[in-house]
């Protein structure tokens, strides 16, 4: 590959830093692994040009001679004809991380050390009210716990659990691969203990070994005046515990609150409607308005139009966690009578014409028998 340019090879410019060089070759060596892409001839020939890129712009001696004369071929050896020798990428300052994710033992390390719990969620009904004004309930989950028998060890009461022999309690063995491009080491998941670094002779009676059981528990839930559809309420500690020794996850609680027959809410403010007659609106009259504290009375100002909005401050849903609270707006809907009799019509129209409006005009004929036969 004399001659060849090798920060392309990498998608670099020229000039690049080291780490851009690390971080674009961690990139594609993943990509293109011999062990992720078998049979792939076109990706073994990128891996081989990525790598021997690699070789030379990794070294800050090479790299400077490339940088300076355009060529690899500085001794007449050159990179292209050979192998690649035996790579260690375990030893490869965290490129064995990155290969474990091919050859099983991605996360293996860990195992036998401290783990947080998995987090839990629930789902709790409220009525429309409970939301309103906070209440306090009682759930129950089911959530996996450190087991009591054995206090989480998984070995039989009076044992313990023994070192692995095989991996010598690391919980990864190395292994080697010979592959078209030479010898490869990484590592990978120990058979024998699974990775945890240690085997259990005894297993322990009540969890099987696992070192934890699933129990139900009941949990009081104290829910705040003010939450809505969709709040979720975090409670630290209360999930699945945690395997050797590890804290314990949190448990996540959504909120769900049915609909109210009688008001509407959006976001902090309550509305609600209310019916008066046609003569109240014209006159004016004081009316008996419902809240979530109760009823309350609220005078309607003459000529009050249909569909105005009346606003009782502080009468709405309280703030989450705040002293604040939203409104309650009323809309005045006024009725308009569908029929009259005799009296109520004479009433109006004498109403009318004391308006100085024409009776007659706008009111529909109405046909009479010859009318319908014409």
Known sequence: MANKDYYASLG????????????????????????????????????????????????????????????????????????????????????????????????????NGPQRGADLEYTINLTFEEAVFGVEKEISINRSETCDSCSGSGAKAGTSAKTCPTCNGQGQVRVQRQTPLGSFVSTSTCTTCGGSGKVIEEPCTTCKGKGNVRKNRKINVNIPAGVDTGNVMPLRGQGDHGANNGPAGDLYVRINVAPSKKFTRKGNDIYIDTHISMGKATLGTEITVATVD?????????????????????????????????????????????????????????????????????????????????
């Open 294 to 374: 109760g009823d309350v009375k609220y005078t309607i100002p003459a000529g009050t139009q249909s569909g105005t909005l009346f606003r009782l401050k502080g009468k709405g849903v309280p703030k989450v966690n705040s002293s604040g609270r939203g409104d309650q707006y009323v809309k005045v809907i006024v009725d308009i009578p569908k029929s009259l009799n005799e009296k109520q019509k004479d009433a109006l129209k004498a109403f009318m014409e004391a308006c100085g409006e024409n009776v007659g005009e706008g009111t529909p004929h109405k046909k009479g028998l010859k009318d319908l036969f014409k």
């Open 12 to 111: 670099l410019e020229k000039g690049a830093s080291d780490e851009e060089i690390k971080k674009a070759f961690r990139k594609l060596a993943i990509k293109y692994h011999p062990d992720k892409n078998q049979g792939n001839k076109e990706a073994e020939d990128k891996f081989k040009e990525i790598n021997e890129a690699y070789q030379v712009l990794s070294d800050p001696e090479k790299k400077a001679r490339y940088d300076q004369f355009g060529t690899a071929d500085f001794d007449g050896s050159g990179f292209g004809s050979g192998g690649f020798g035996g790579f260690d990428f375990s030893d490869m300052g965290g490129f064995g991380d990155i290969f474990d994710s091919f050859f099983g033992g991605g996360g293996s390390r860990r195992r």
